[in-house]
């Protein structure tokens, strides 16, 4: 099918240039025309797209997306003890369908606010597969290991095996939406037996690594009580560093760790709200940009955060390091859209999207700025940044297909999805609509 967007203003190219009242033309999952003129080819489909942006669409570079059924667990708590005596508990109660209707929760708040492709780490990834399949997305997603004893060795450890096998039997599936990286929870979380085992099996495929790195400055401390090294310094002498590699949040980098993060290629994923929310500090974002090394954004779990808006962590990234640093003229709005949109696609090795130009994908999104808080618009970029809600989104293109628009869902039953979000919040809190039973 082809669709023609007319009348449209357009966030455009590698420098985010800007076309105003334009035209932006798609056949199947490809852009085919962008240009100021109208294309004389016939569309079957013509859409009048005035008072609209249409923009790349964004890329969550790190996520548990089932957490939105623990959404909100654990305000309050320091990392640690959100997480082994909050959310723990919880997610040893969740089953298999729990996950996939979690999972069809979060894809309905992604798409609704921007978001076309995701990272992702949680259990039972093959009913995420699923429900990211039925609903036309994009992800990129693992299995992480996890081994506290060195007795968990790796061919007895369940996680570990079952990592392999999902990259073996789901690697670029479905017309490469689906693509499978290898994945480590953390350095706490494991055993040096483990990780080096699993480097072993991650350059065999040239697999990508996704990790929680320097987090908290008691994890990032205690690595280097326990093996004289950081974190980074800790993978890189396993070998898992010799293929790319995200770092999910990398609070407590140290320069020496940045220098290794810069040498390997590896991808600082940013998580403004959850590492606000936990308390966990400021990541040095400004110093990362100025090295040169890939940093993009991710909202991280549900938990944690307590939303999977990108606009948001848009927002906070842009504004809470001016503060830090006193310096207002640190990661302009450029600079942030692109860690949202071209950085992430980047990252999750998807080198033909993040990016409104002819030959790439057609993963789009439109704002309407027909609204009170966007007008005037005095410069597009800074409007997107400071100005811009996700509910301001009217459209999500994935691959040439509308999975939303106008507040409707095309790829998901709503309605459906509510109820049994309803039924298993119930059994997991012994509540109903926010009711102690």
């Not at 990259?167 to 290898?182: A, E, V």
């Not at 093996?227 to 560093?241: E, N, Q, R, V």
């Amino acid at each position: 099918m082809k669709i023609l967007f007319e009348k449209a203003d357009i966030l455009f190219g590698d420098n985010l240039d800007v076309i105003f009242n334009g035209y932006l033309g798609i056949q199947d999952d490809k852009i085919i025309y962008v240009g100021e003129d109208k294309p004389t080819q016939k569309y079957d489909v013509v859409k009048d797209m005035s008072d609209k942006l249409l923009m790349p669409g964004l890329f969550n570079s790190h996520s548990h997306a089932a957490m939105t059924l623990l959404r909100g667990v654990g305000t309050g708590f320091p990392l640690q003890e959100w997480l082994f005596d909050n959310v723990i508990p919880i997610e040893d109660k969740l089953v298999p369908n729990d996950i996939r209707v979690g999972n069809q929760l979060a894809i309905m708040e992604m798409i609704s606010t921007g978001t076309v492709s995701f990272s992702d780490m949680y259990v039972y990834p093959v009913e995420q597969i699923k429900a990211v399949m039925d609903a036309k997305m994009k992800i990129n997603i693992c299995r992480p290991i996890l081994a506290f004893t060195p007795e968990d060795f790796p061919e007895k450890n369940e996680r570990f095996i079952e990592s392999l096998w999902l990259y073996d039997n789901y690697h670029n599936h479905d017309d490469g939406r689906i693509r499978i990286d290898l994945g480590i929870h953390a350095e706490y979380t494991s055993t040096e037996d483990s990780v080096r085992a699993y480097a072993v099996e991650a350059k065999k495929r040239n697999a990508n690594i996704h990790v929680h790195v320097s987090e908290t400055i008691k994890e990032h401390n205690e690595c280097k009580e326990k093996y004289g090294k950081t974190p980074t310094k800790w993978l890189k002498d396993l070998g898992i560093l010799e293929t790319q590699s995200q770092f999910a949040h990398g609070v407590c980098l140290e320069d020496e760790d940045l220098n290794i993060i810069k040498e390997k290629g590896i991808t600082i994923v940013h998580n403004p709200s959850s590492n606000m929310k936990l308390g966990s500090g400021f990541a040095r974002i400004s110093k990362m940009h100025d090295m040169g090394i890939n940093v993009s954004l991710g909202t991280d779990g549900a938990a944690s955060n307590n939303n999977l808006n990108m606009f948001e962590e848009m927002h906070l990234a842009a504004i809470i390091h001016k503060g830090n640093q006193n310096d207002p003229t640190i990661l302009p709005s450029k600079t942030v859209i692109k860690m949202a949109t071209v950085n992430g696609a980047r990252m999750q090795g998807r080198l033909d999207t993040g990016v409104i130009k002819t030959g790439f994908k057609a993963d789009i999104i439109a704002i309407d700025f027909n609204k009170p808080h966007l007008i005037p618009n005095i410069n597009y970029l800074d409007s997107i940044i400071y100005s811009a809600q996700g509910s301001d989104v009217c459209m999500t293109m994935i691959d040439g297909f509308i999975v939303y628009e106008d507040g409707k869902f095309k790829t998901i039953d709503e309605e459906q999805t509510y109820n049994e979000v309803r039924e298993i919040t119930e059994r997991l809190y012994e509540v109903y609509d926010g009711k102690k039973r």
